[in-house]
């Protein structure tokens, strides 16, 4: 029996998603095929046998792939990779197929096959669909999304999800039966890939990391509120205190602090780094800090959290309930609602007096171990095994 992984995001593309699926690639036990759009792309173990379909689009025509496809612009070299793999016989009916999105015409792929083939297919959810609130609120593109999403969940042997909120938001409209075929597989961090930590009393200021883009609802205009709001009323909290956030935020280049009203010896941006250099980052913080949308409920299951608890660095999550609420409670972190500057205030004071009096800790090796991605592996495994 072998897997095939089919998934347009694969190492060395920059992309969280590239990340997680080269490391259940490279932690199977299974023999594996990879079908991907990551050009240079590498085996990441004997076993693995990596096909690489690059996406060669122009800028431009990336862009406009956007306007033009339902449910990505990647939907072009999901469906070529498809009728490619059937061609071939890249892809057997003795075989596993597994699809990974985000994109989600990976999943489309697979439906393809899943129809001309009758394979066994599994369809890895990183994110919700149709629900996703990040989505734009235009009516038919919805409403079309939902049909695809049904389809494809209909027609999978086996669905997988990040998160049990994830499964519980996408599920909920479909028929009870289908929750049979629905398995929550978590994403995982690698041991190996963490150097020793820090020393304790490293010194110097108090440095609070966060490593990520942030995008549309998900962005630090509540979190420079909350700063400037305790400048105004209990500036000797924030004496010296370091914020970083590395990374962009989407559709506004050029963003500065000083912008948003605040010292840039109190907050600072910093550039993208690739991934081992922001474990390095994340190693190096006194605490890592997550900013998610102040949705009413947060279903999403960020993989920077999973390489945060790799760090073992304390956590400090401005998050709605929900999943990523509960991870880092049950963590020892701390948690505060994004809803409003004054509760993200209280948070970030909390922190702080948490951090300064050695009582916020690092994340408890119990909840750390169930993310390991040897374990996350297995579970895997089990689940294709279940299905072939």
Same mark, same amino acid.
């Given at each position: ?218 962005? #630090?205009? @509540? !979190?420079?509120?909350?700063? =400037? *709001? $305790?400048?105004?009323?209990? %500036?000797?909290?924030? /004496? ?16 500065? #602090?000083? @912008? !948003?009203?605040?010292?840039? =010896? *109190? $907050?600072?941006?910093?550039? %993208?780094?690739?991934? /081992? ?16 949308? #102040? ?94």
């Amino acid at each position: 029996m072998r897997a095939v992984f089919l998934s347009y995001y694969f190492p060395p593309l920059q992309a969280p998603r590239a990340v997680q699926v080269a490391r259940l690639a490279r932690y199977s036990s299974l023999p594996i095929r990879v079908l991907c759009a990551a050009a240079g792309a590498e085996s990441p173990r004997e076993g693995v046998e990596v096909r690489v379909f690059p996406d060669r689009s122009p800028r431009w025509w990336h862009l406009a792939k956007h306007i033009l496809y339902l449910p990505d612009a990647q939907r072009p070299w999901a469906l070529g990779v498809a009728g490619v793999a059937e061609r071939e016989g890249l892809v057997g009916r003795d075989d596993v197929l597994v699809t990974f999105g985000q994109p989600m015409s990976d999943h489309l792929a697979g439906l393809r096959l899943k129809r001309a083939l009758g394979m066994p297919w599994i369809a890895h959810f990183s994110d919700p669909w149709s629900d996703n609130p990040y989505l734009l609120p235009i009516p038919f593109a919805r409403a079309k999304l939902a049909r695809m999403e049904q389809t494809v969940i209909g027609a999978a042997d086996r669905v997988l999800f990040t998160s049990a909120e994830t499964a519980d938001l996408v599920m909920a409209k479909y028929p009870e039966a289908w929750r049979d075929k629905v398995s929550v597989l978590p994403h995982a961090y690698d041991p190996a890939l963490y150097g020793d930590p820090p020393p304790r009393g490293r010194g110097g200021p108090l440095l609070l990391r966060y490593l990520g883009n942030f995008y549309r609802q998900r962005n #630090p205009l @509540a !979190l420079a509120k909350a700063l =400037n *709001l $305790l400048l105004r009323t209990r %500036p000797e909290i924030l /004496a010296d205190v370091r914020i970083e956030l590395i990374g962009r935020w989407v559709g506004h280049a050029g963003w500065t #602090p000083a @912008a !948003l009203g605040l010292p840039e =010896n *109190l $907050l600072s941006l910093r550039k %993208p780094v690739g991934y /081992a250099e922001s474990l390095r980052l994340m190693r190096e913080a006194d605490a890592l800090l997550i900013i998610d949308a #102040p949705f009413e409920r947060n279903v999403f299951f960020p993989s920077k959290l999973v390489d945060y608890l790799g760090a073992g660095r304390p956590l400090v999550a401005l998050t709605p309930s929900g999943t990523t609420a509960d991870i880092v409670a049950a963590a020892g972190g701390l948690v505060a609602s994004p809803a409003s500057e004054a509760g993200i205030a209280e948070g970030i004071e909390r922190a702080l007096a948490g951090l300064r009096a050695g009582l916020l800790p690092a994340p408890a090796q119990e909840v750390v171990r169930r993310y390991a991605v040897s374990r996350v592996a297995a579970e895997f495994d089990a689940l294709v095994r279940g299905v072939a």
